[in-house]
């Protein structure tokens, strides 16, 4: 991504919350299975972890509440 590294990060932690989102509630998009959002949220995770900790999300965040 070709983008200041303050514009960069801004974005990315913007795709990781929309992917995470998509994960624990499909009906955000529709078009997108939940298996899919998640392997795009832990792709990104994985890539970016100090973007992830900012943000206060870990692995696990995608999948909402366990009970």
């Known amino acids: 991504m070709r983008a200041r ?23 955000i998009d529709s ?6 959002a998640r392997k795009n949220f832990w792709h990104l995770w994985r890539r970016y972890p100090e973007i992830a900790a900012r943000l206060g999300l870990n692995e696990m965040s995608c999948f909402g509440q366990l009970r």
Do not use: F, G, N, S
Not at 10 to 17: P, R, S, Y
Not at 31 to 36: E, V
């Open 31 to 36: 078009r997108c299975p939940t298996w899919r």
């Open 5 to 27: 590294k303050l514009v960069r990060d801004h974005l990315i932690a913007q795709k990781m919350l929309h992917w995470c989102a998509v994960a624990k509630c499909p009906l």
